[in-house]
Each structure stands twice: as C-alpha cells, then as structure tokens.
C-alpha cells in the first residue's frame, strides 16, 4: 500500500506529464444532486429529464433485465424510486462520461474497442455483484471507468503510447510494467488521480487504483477490485483473442472463489454476453453481435463433428488462421488510420484541412450548447503574404506556412482544433473559452508569430498576422456556425484595414480592438 509521500511524488509526475480533463458539466451537476440529501430526487431527476437523449438512454437501461424485474420503468422519477437514487446516479455519469471521452476520429487508439470492453466489464461486474450478493452500489460506474487511465494516457501521448499498448497486447510483456517503465506512473494511477480530481467518491476510485495489484490495497479495497480484476478479464473474453484459455480462468476463478458448479459458471458467462450486447447499443457504439460463451462451444463442437482430421491438424490449422486473422486487422487498421489522415489533414502544413474543421466547429458548438459552456474561435492570416511568394519565391512561402503551423500547433492545448482554413489563412477552435481566454490566447498567438524566423538561402524572413476572435458564451444570444465564422473573418478584416499585426476581438453588435 503506497503510503502518502509516495502518492503526492506519483501525483506531481502525473499533472507534469499529462493534462487531465475536466468533468463534464452535467457529471457535475449530477454529483451535486446527490450530495443534497433533502432534495437529491427532485434536483436529479430535473438535470437528466432536461436532457431527452439521456432521458432515453436512462429508461432503457433501466427497463433492461440487468437492473429491473418488476414493470415497466416510464420515466426517471419512477426509475429512482424502483431502483435508488445511487443507481440511477451511477448509470447517468456512464453515459454522459462514455459520451464525451469517445472519439472515434482519433488516430491510433480504438475509442471503439475501448469503450465495447469498458461497458461488458460494467455489465460483468454488475452481475458479479448482484449474483453473489455483493453489496458495492457504485460496482457499474466503477468498473467501467477502471481502465479510463489509458484513454486520459492516449491523449496525450498519442502515437508514443499507442506502441505501448501494441507491445503489452498478449502473451507480451503486462501494460503496467511498461508503463511504469516508460512514464514512471501507470494507467491505474493515472485513473485514481483523474477521479479524485473529478471529486467522485473513494469507493469508485481506491478500487481502481489496486484492482491490477490486489495484494497492494486494505482488505476492504481488495473486495471491489477483486470483483474489477475478474470484470475484465470477463470482458475480455467478449472483446480480446484469448477466448477459450481466459474463459476457462474465468470459470475455474468463479467456481473456488464463489462456490459454484460448473453449469453456473457457465450460465454467468452467457449472461454476461447476453446483457452487454443490449447495453452497448445504448452507448452508441458501433453494433456487433456478442455471442454466448455457450453458443461458441456448440459451434465449435459441430465444426470438430464435420472435420475429419486430428487434434494436431486441427490446432495447427486454427492457428494459423487466427495468426492471419490478426494480421488482417491490424493492416485494416493501419490503412484506415492512414486513410482519416488523408481525409481530414492539410499535406503542406499536416493542420487538419477546412473539412475537418468544419466538422469540428459543428461538433464543439452542439456541445457548448448541450452543456451550456463557452466556445471561441480564431481567424488569422498572414500580412503581406504575397510579398513573401513574389520575393523569395513560393518555396520560401511555403516553408513560412509549416514553421507557422508548427509554432501554432506547439502553442494550443491538446483539446483545441488547429486547421489550415484556406491559403495563407488559418482558424483556432478554442472548446470551453470565454471571451478573455480567447483575447489572451490570441494576443500570444500573434506575438508567437511575429518572433519566428524562417531561413532561406541565408537569408531570415519574418511575418505578422492579423487575426479576429469571437465566442459563444453560455448566456449569450443563439449563434450558428456560419455566423461565428463570419463574426471572427470580420474581425480579421478590421485588423488588416486598421495597420495589421493585431487582433480584433468581435461580439454582437460591439466590437473590441487591441
């Protein structure tokens, strides 16, 4: 067990290496409700019932046979009473945290797999408790956010940790050690810290931290991350390669550890593929049929009856098919990564292109609007840029276009959209940043630029750009995309007639120079 000097030097580790993502504001009005004995029904009932999606999604877990067995369950208030407040809590912040830490746009790291294994590890866990009668309210929430470390890891270590996760995938070396190895701080670690920041309780988040190092947590601890440990190894059945020897594990695990037949082990597996494949559809993930554990031994069976050959002729030739099954997909994955690149990335400057971040200023002002946040967005481009081509030439020109590309793109945090909008112009999507944070960030984007020194043929050339700024703020009027890009373009127009070089910051009807 790490005592607390060990924890405060892993967490300082941790914050310099990654940028840990805030909750969204609906969790966090959620945690709120619940904190508000005297009115956490009435308060919780109100935030999801205003969110008709969630709604949705809320009553059709709650109608499902993993959580209700007497009636129909119509609307929340009624979902609380049948089944807790606790329970109703836990499954709203699956759904709203699944939603906004899902990109199926992002390179490398498979949001869908991730997200697949993290919900049948829930279901799993849910099972474990209610079959046993395991008293762990917060079971659901807390075994699917057990691995979230890895996601908050891949979003900022991008390509570097993808390798990571490709030499940990079996029989290698254990994701932990590798990690440890590489950051000095695991995936567990990383979740604890992410969840603690989050402010959710101790019994979602000390489960988390021990359930890969059982031996290292209180007896107390060990209980809920026992039931994690075997959660996902259930999971992975359904979502891995390893099927047959982990599901035997997994068999073996529950028939010593819980005093149960074999039949039964074998009922708690097909269970287990049965609810998730109802669940899943709920989170919106990509539809893919989760056969029985049962079901698969009775395929295999009439396989075996049909092949007249040996076990050793067989086994070689499973093998090998599995063997190119893998190579397959990792080649389809390959290609369709590079595939996302070509379509959304700009060749020049490798910024996403006009199309990515057209896509993107849709998605972020949905979401703004959804969670009542604020949103800016920057214009710029370069002064005099034609000078540049019509001196030095459009090679010279291009090489001012990638250095400002690359400066850009060191000077944004990882959650901003840098695109190359068009020519010599550029755009900054800026999610969750008020009027001043735009203003700020703008003004060093401009001093950034005027500093950077771009060598050809012996020779330093040096630009300026005009920008315009503009935000969506939460109590601010309606505003489409089309107007908050027109909005931020006039702002840039401003700067280049008033002597370029600066910004211009642009609201409705009022507009600020600086």
């Known amino acids: 067990m790490q005592t607390n000097e060990n924890y405060h030097n892993m967490r300082q580790l941790i914050d310099k290496e990654l940028n840990l993502p805030s909750l969204p504001v609906i969790a966090v009005q959620i945690l709120n409700?619940?904190?508000?004995?005297?009115?956490?029904?009435?308060?919780l009932g109100e935030i999801i019932s205003a969110d008709p999606a969630l709604?949705?999604?809320?009553?059709?877990?709650?109608?499902?046979?993993?959580?209700?067995?007497?009636?129909?369950?119509?609307?929340?208030?009624?979902?609380?009473?049948?089944?807790?407040?606790?329970?109703?809590?836990?499954?709203?912040l699956s759904f709203v945290i699944a939603a906004e830490f899902n990109d199926p746009n992002a390179g490398g790291f498979n949001h869908d797999r991730y997200w697949r294994h993290a919900?049948?590890?829930?279901?799993?866990?849910?099972?474990?408790?209610?079959?046993?009668?395991?008293?762990?309210?917060?079971i659901f929430v807390t075994a699917l956010l057990q691995d979230i470390?890895?996601?908050?890891?891949?979003?900022?270590?991008?390509?570097?940790?993808?390798?990571?996760l490709k030499e940990a995938r079996p029989p290698h070396a254990d994701l932990s050690v590798l990690e440890k190895k590489e950051y000095g701080f695991n995936h567990q670690q990383v979740g604890y810290a992410l969840l603690t920041n989050w402010l959710l309780p101790n019994s979602i988040c000390e489960p988390i931290l021990y359930h890969h190092g059982l031996q290292e947590g209180t007896e107390s601890r060990c209980n809920t991350a026992e039931i994690l440990q075997l959660s996902d190894q259930l999971a992975t059945i359904y979502t891995g390669s390893e099927t047959a020897e982990l599901a035997r594990k997994c068999q073996l695990t529950l028939i010593e550890k819980f005093n149960i037949d074999e039949a039964q082990a074998l009922d708690l597996l097909d269970a287990v593929a049965t609810n998730s494949s109802k669940i899943?559809?709920?989170?919106?993930?990509?539809?893919?049929?989760?056969?029985?554990?049962?079901?698969?031994?009775?395929?295999?069976?009439?396989?075996?009856?049909?092949?007249?050959?040996?076990?050793?002729?067989?086994?070689?030739?499973?093998?090998?098919?599995?063997?190119?099954a893998e190579k397959l997909n990792a080649e389809l994955q390959d290609a369709n990564t590079r595939l996302k690149e070509l379509v959304y990335r700009d060749g020049l400057t490798g910024l996403y292109n006009h199309r990515y971040f057209q896509e993107s200023l849709s998605h972020e002002l949905a979401r703004a609007n959804r969670y009542q946040?604020?949103?800016?967005?920057?214009?710029?481009?370069?002064?005099?840029?034609?000078?540049?081509?019509?001196?030095?030439?459009?090679?010279a020109g291009d090489l001012v276009l990638m250095n400002i590309a690359k400066a850009v793109s060191g000077a944004v945090r990882p959650c901003d959209i840098v695109a190359r909008y068009g020519g010599e112009e550029f755009a900054v999507i800026l999610p969750e940043t008020s009027t001043a944070g735009a203003k700020v960030f703008a003004a060093r984007l401009r001093r950034c630029v005027e500093g950077i020194a771009t060598l050809v043929d012996g020779q330093q050339i040096y630009v300026t750009v005009s920008?315009?700024?503009?935000?969506?703020?939460?109590?601010?009027?309606?505003?489409?995309?089309?107007?908050?890009?027109?909005t931020a373009d006039r702002?840039?127009?401003?700067?280049?007639?008033?002597?370029r070089n600066q910004v211009t910051i642009l609201e409705p009807e009022t507009s600020l120079n600086q």
């Open 467 to 486: 920008a315009g700024a503009t935000t969506l703020n939460p109590k601010g009027i309606a505003t489409t995309k089309d107007v908050l890009i027109e």
């Open 373 to 395: 946040t604020s949103v800016s967005l920057i214009m710029f481009d370069i002064d005099f840029f034609k000078k540049v081509n019509d001196i030095h030439g459009h090679p």
């Open 55 to 92: 709604t949705a999604k809320m009553l059709q877990v709650a109608n499902s046979a993993l959580f209700n067995c007497n009636g129909e369950i119509t609307n929340i208030n009624r979902a609380m009473s049948v089944l807790g407040t606790n329970t109703i809590k836990n499954i709203a």
């Open 149 to 164: 470390g890895m996601l908050v890891i891949s979003m900022t270590k991008g390509d570097e940790y993808n390798s990571i």
């Open 280 to 324: 899943i559809t709920t989170f919106e993930l990509s539809p893919r049929e989760i056969k029985p554990y049962s079901s698969l031994l009775q395929e295999a069976n009439a396989e075996l009856a049909k092949l007249n050959m040996s076990n050793e002729q067989l086994i070689l030739e499973m093998q090998e098919a599995k063997e190119k």
């Open 33 to 43: 409700a619940v904190q508000k004995d005297d009115t956490a029904l009435t308060v």
């Open 491 to 499: 702002g840039l127009y401003m700067s280049k007639q008033n002597g």
């Open 119 to 138: 919900v049948t590890a829930a279901v799993s866990a849910e099972l474990l408790s209610k079959s046993f009668n395991l008293q762990y309210n917060d």
